[in-house]
C-alpha cells in the first residue's frame, strides 16, 4: 500500500522518475530499517524525539563560544518553520533553497524546512550566481534562507531566476534578519505528517556531462544513512563530540553533522572553515571524539598533528577519495586511531562501502556496509574474478532518483543496480579497491569537479579557441584540474593570460574547480570523428608525473 504524500506542492513528486525506474531498495536487510513506520518526518526523529528521550539539556551544536543545546535548537527550528508558514504561506512540498556555510542557523533552518514538510535544498557558499540560477530554476524554488555575507550572489541569482520569491537573510543586525523576525513566533510548531517516502533534500552534484544532477532523497533515506554506516561502522554514540572538516552543504557534510550526530544523541562542534589547524584545535579543545574529514585533509593536518593532543579521538571518518597507506599509518602511528575509509556517491547519500577495528585492511576502502549488496560487474553485467578491474554497482536501502531526468535514470539503474561510474577491483576477502572514474570527473583533494563544466566556461573567454580539461597527479590533493588550451592568437598569450583564466572560472563558477594548471598548445589529439580524446591527455599527464616522481 503506497502512503498518500504529505505535499500539497506536488512538483518534486510529479517530476520524480516513476518507480519502476527505480532501484530496487530493500528495507527488510537490517532489524531498524525494517522497523521503520511508513509515515515519519525526519526532523522529528532528529531532534524532537531526541528532546523526548532525555537529551533536552544536551549540547546539540557548538560554534565558536555559542552553545545550542537539542532543546533550544528545536525551539529555533519551530520558530523558522512558523516564520515560513505564517508569514510566507510555506506548504509543505515547496523548496528552499539553504546558503550558508556551517552555522547553527543553517541548521535550525533545514531543520525548519524539513519539519514544514519541505525539500531542503543546501548550496556551497562558493557557488556562483549562474549556479544557483539553474538550480533554483530546475527545481522551481520560491524560498531562500541566506547567511548575510553571501547576499551577493543570490541577489543576482533572484534576477534571474522568476521562481525566487523570498529570500530571509540571518546573521544581519537589522530589522528584517531572520532572527528578528523568529523572536516572536511560537517555539512549538506542528511538524507536518510526511510520509516515509516524501522527498526531503535534493543534493545537486555535477555529473560527466557538466549538467548539475538532481539527486532525490526521502525522509527514510536520510534515517537509513545513518543508521546503516553510522550505526554499523562509525558507531556514535550519546556523549560523542563530532567535528571534521566537511561542508554541511556536501551531503557528506550534511550527515555527518546532522543525521550521523543528532541520531545518536551526540555534539557537533560546528566550523566555518574546516582548515586543518581549525580541525587540530578543535578536537585538542573540545576533546573531540570522533572527526570527520577527507584523506586528503587529514594529509594535510600531518603536518602539524604533533604539536597539538589528540588523545580524546575515537574515531576518525576520511571519505570522498581513497585512503593511501602512507596517511593510515601516519596517522595512527600520531594519534593511535585507525582511519575509516569510505565511498559513498551523491545518488546514494552517503557511504556504503567501509571497514572499522579488525576489519579495516589499509589500502582498500573496506567491504560493503551492512544494509548494502556491492558487485564489481564487467560489459555484460557478469562479477569480475577477484583481483580484476569492473564497474561497481550497488543496491541497499537508499537509491538513485534524479529530479526531471529520465535519460540519465535510465542510464544509471540497471536491472535493479546502481551503477556507481566508479571502476573497481575486489579481492577474494571481499575488500574493495578503487581504481578511477568511468567519466570525465576529476577528484581533486575530494571534490568531484566536471572536466567539462570547466571546459564550457573558458570556452566563453576570448582568448580561447580550444580547451579540453583532465586530471593531473597531484602530491597533496591526489589530482589538480588541468587546462589544455589552444589560444585564438598564439603570440599574445603568457603568465598574465593564464592569472586572467583561473581568475575568469572563479568568477563564473564554484572557486575550488579552477584549473590549477593551464598548458598552452598547438592542437589537441582528437579521434577520427573529430572527438577531443580526453584520454589521451590523462595518459600523456600520467607518464609526465611518474617522469617527475609524483606517482
Same mark, same amino acid.
Given at each position: 500500500?503506497?502512503?498518500?504524500?504529505?505535499?500539497?506542492?506536488?512538483?518534486?513528486?510529479?517530476? +520524480?522518475?516513476?518507480?519502476?525506474?527505480?532501484?530496487?531498495?530493500?528495507?527488510?536487510?537490517?532489524?531498524?530499517?525494517?522497523?521503520?513506520?511508513?509515515?515519519?518526518?525526519?526532523?522529528?526523529?532528529?531532534?524532537?524525539?531526541?528532546?523526548?528521550?532525555?537529551?533536552?539539556?544536551?549540547?546539540?551544536?557548538?560554534?565558536?563560544?555559542?552553545?545550542?543545546?537539542?532543546?533550544?535548537?528545536?525551539?529555533?527550528?519551530?520558530?523558522?518553520?512558523?516564520?515560513?508558514?505564517?508569514?510566507?504561506?510555506?506548504?509543505?512540498?515547496?523548496?528552499?533553497?539553504?546558503?550558508?556555510?556551517?552555522?547553527?542557523?543553517?541548521?535550525?533552518?533545514?531543520?525548519?524546512?524539513?519539519?514544514?514538510?519541505?525539500?531542503?535544498?543546501?548550496?556551497? =557558499?562558493?557557488?556562483?550566481?549562474?549556479?544557483?540560477?539553474? +538550480?533554483?530554476?530546475?527545481?522551481?524554488?520560491?524560498?531562500?534562507?541566506?547567511?548575510?555575507?553571501?547576499?551577493?550572489?543570490?541577489?543576482?541569482?533572484?534576477?534571474?531566476?522568476?521562481?525566487?520569491?523570498?529570500?530571509?537573510?540571518?546573521?544581519?543586525?537589522?530589522?528584517?534578519?531572520?532572527?528578528?523576525?523568529?523572536?516572536?513566533?511560537?517555539?512549538?510548531?506542528?511538524?507536518?505528517?510526511?510520509?516515509?517516502?516524501?522527498?526531503?533534500?535534493?543534493?545537486?552534484?555535477?555529473?560527466?556531462?557538466?549538467?548539475?544532477?538532481?539527486?532525490?532523497?526521502?525522509?527514510?533515506?536520510?534515517?537509513?544513512?545513518?543508521?546503516?554506516?553510522?550505526?554499523?561502522?562509525?558507531?556514535?554514540?550519546?556523549?560523542?563530540?563530532?567535528?571534521?572538516?566537511?561542508?554541511?552543504?556536501?551531503?557528506?557534510?550534511?550527515? !555527518?553533522?546532522? !543525521?550521523?550526530?543528532?541520531?545518536?544523541?551526540?555534539?557537533?562542534?560546528?566550523?566555518?572553515?574546516?582548515?586543518?589547524?581549525?580541525?587540530? %584545535?578543535?578536537?585538542?579543545?573540545?576533546?573531540? @571524539?570522533?572527526?570527520?574529514?577527507?584523506?586528503?585533509?587529514?594529509?594535510?593536518?600531518?603536518?602539524?598533528?604533533?604539536?597539538?593532543?589528540?588523545?580524546?579521538?575515537?574515531?576518525?571518518?576520511?571519505?570522498?577519495?581513497?585512503?593511501?597507506?602512507?596517511?593510515?599509518?601516519?596517522?595512527?602511528?600520531?594519534?593511535?586511531?585507525? +582511519?575509516?575509509?569510505?565511498?559513498?556517491?551523491?545518488?546514494?547519500?552517503?557511504?556504503?562501502?567501509?571497514?572499522?577495528?579488525?576489519?579495516?585492511?589499509?589500502?582498500?576502502?573496506?567491504?560493503?556496509? =551492512?544494509?548494502?549488496?556491492?558487485?564489481?560487474?564487467?560489459?555484460?553485467?557478469?562479477?569480475?574474478?577477484?583481483?580484476? @578491474?569492473?564497474?561497481?554497482?550497488?543496491?541497499?536501502?537508499?537509491?538513485?532518483?534524479?529530479?526531471?531526468?529520465?535519460?540519465?535514470?535510465?542510464?544509471?539503474?540497471?536491472?535493479?543496480?546502481?551503477?556507481?561510474?566508479?571502476?573497481?577491483?575486489?579481492?577474494?576477502?571481499?575488500?574493495?579497491?578503487?581504481?578511477?572514474? @568511468?567519466?570525465?570527473?576529476?577528484? @581533486?583533494?575530494?571534490?568531484?569537479?566536471?572536466?567539462?563544466?570547466?571546459?564550457?566556461?573558458?570556452?566563453?573567454?576570448?582568448?580561447?579557441?580550444?580547451?579540453?580539461?583532465?586530471?593531473?597527479?597531484?602530491?597533496?590533493?591526489?589530482?589538480?584540474?588541468?587546462?589544455?588550451?589552444?589560444?585564438?592568437?598564439?603570440?599574445?598569450?603568457?603568465?598574465?593570460?593564464?592569472?586572467?583564466?583561473?581568475?575568469?572560472?572563479?568568477?563564473?563558477?564554484?572557486?575550488?574547480?579552477?584549473?590549477?594548471?593551464?598548458?598552452?598548445?598547438?592542437?589537441?589529439?582528437?579521434?577520427?570523428?573529430?572527438?577531443?580524446?580526453?584520454?589521451?591527455?590523462?595518459?600523456?599527464?600520467?607518464?609526465?608525473? %611518474?617522469?617527475?616522481?609524483?606517482?
Amino acid at each position: 500500500m503506497i502512503e498518500p504524500t504529505s505535499h500539497v506542492d506536488t512538483f518534486i513528486r510529479d517530476n +520524480m522518475p516513476a518507480p519502476e525506474l527505480w532501484p530496487e531498495m530493500d528495507y527488510s536487510v537490517l532489524p531498524e530499517l525494517a522497523d521503520y513506520p511508513t509515515r515519519f518526518n525526519i526532523a522529528d526523529v532528529l531532534i524532537d524525539q531526541q528532546v523526548a528521550a532525555g537529551y533536552a539539556d544536551t549540547a546539540a551544536l557548538i560554534f565558536g563560544d555559542v552553545t545550542w543545546t537539542y532543546t533550544e535548537l528545536m525551539d529555533r527550528a519551530n520558530q523558522i518553520a512558523n516564520v515560513l508558514v505564517e508569514d510566507y504561506g510555506f506548504v509543505p512540498g515547496e523548496r528552499v533553497l539553504i546558503r550558508s556555510g556551517n552555522h547553527p542557523m543553517l541548521i535550525a533552518s533545514w531543520l525548519a524546512v524539513l519539519k514544514a514538510g519541505g525539500v531542503a535544498i543546501t548550496t556551497m =557558499p562558493v557557488l556562483r550566481e549562474r549556479e544557483l540560477v539553474y +538550480m533554483i530554476d530546475k527545481a522551481k524554488v520560491r524560498f531562500a534562507i541566506s547567511h548575510d555575507n553571501l547576499a551577493k550572489d543570490i541577489d543576482r541569482a533572484q534576477n534571474g531566476a522568476p521562481d525566487l520569491e523570498h529570500i530571509l537573510y540571518f546573521g544581519a543586525d537589522r530589522n528584517d534578519a531572520l532572527e528578528k523576525i523568529m523572536e516572536g513566533k511560537s517555539k512549538t510548531f506542528e511538524n507536518v505528517d510526511t510520509a516515509a517516502d516524501d522527498p526531503a533534500i535534493i543534493g545537486f552534484t555535477s555529473g560527466s556531462t557538466g549538467t548539475p544532477k538532481g539527486t532525490l532523497h526521502f525522509h527514510r533515506d536520510i534515517l537509513a544513512a545513518a543508521d546503516c554506516f553510522i550505526g554499523h561502522v562509525v558507531k556514535i554514540r550519546p556523549g560523542d563530540i563530532v567535528c571534521g572538516s566537511p561542508q554541511i552543504a556536501f551531503l557528506y557534510g550534511l550527515c !555527518a553533522f546532522i !543525521a550521523d550526530t543528532f541520531r545518536f544523541g551526540a555534539t557537533a562542534v560546528l566550523l566555518e572553515r574546516g582548515t586543518p589547524e581549525a580541525v587540530l %584545535e578543535t578536537i585538542e579543545k573540545h576533546k573531540a @571524539t570522533v572527526c570527520f574529514s577527507t584523506p586528503s585533509g587529514y594529509k594535510l593536518m600531518l603536518d602539524k598533528a604533533r604539536d597539538y593532543d589528540l588523545s580524546s579521538l575515537r574515531e576518525c571518518v576520511g571519505g570522498g577519495e581513497p585512503l593511501l597507506p602512507a596517511i593510515f599509518n601516519e596517522w595512527k602511528e600520531i594519534t593511535g586511531v585507525e +582511519m575509516i575509509n569510505g565511498l559513498g556517491i551523491s545518488e546514494l547519500l552517503h557511504i556504503f562501502i567501509s571497514a572499522s577495528g579488525d576489519d579495516i585492511k589499509p589500502g582498500a576502502i573496506g567491504k560493503a556496509v =551492512p544494509g548494502f549488496e556491492v558487485r564489481v560487474v564487467d560489459e555484460q553485467f557478469e562479477d569480475v574474478k577477484p583481483g580484476e @578491474t569492473g564497474l561497481m554497482v550497488v543496491k541497499g536501502p537508499n537509491g538513485c532518483r534524479y529530479l526531471d531526468d529520465l535519460e540519465k535514470q535510465k542510464a544509471y539503474i540497471q536491472d535493479g543496480w546502481n551503477k556507481s561510474g566508479d571502476l573497481c577491483r575486489i579481492d577474494e576477502d571481499g575488500y574493495f579497491y578503487y581504481e578511477a572514474r @568511468t567519466d570525465d570527473m576529476i577528484l @581533486t583533494g575530494g571534490y568531484n569537479v566536471s572536466g567539462l563544466e570547466v571546459e564550457a566556461v573558458l570556452l566563453e573567454h576570448p582568448t580561447v579557441h580550444e580547451a579540453a580539461v583532465v586530471g593531473t597527479p597531484d602530491k597533496d590533493r591526489g589530482q589538480i584540474v588541468k587546462a589544455f588550451i589552444i589560444p585564438k592568437d598564439a603570440d599574445s598569450v603568457g603568465e598574465e593570460t593564464v592569472s586572467e583564466l583561473q581568475d575568469f572560472v572563479k568568477s563564473q563558477i564554484s572557486a575550488f574547480k579552477y584549473p590549477r594548471s593551464v598548458e598552452f598548445v598547438d592542437k589537441l589529439p582528437l579521434t577520427a570523428t573529430g572527438k577531443i580524446q580526453r584520454g589521451a591527455l590523462r595518459q600523456l599527464e600520467r607518464e609526465r608525473a %611518474e617522469e617527475a616522481g609524483i606517482i
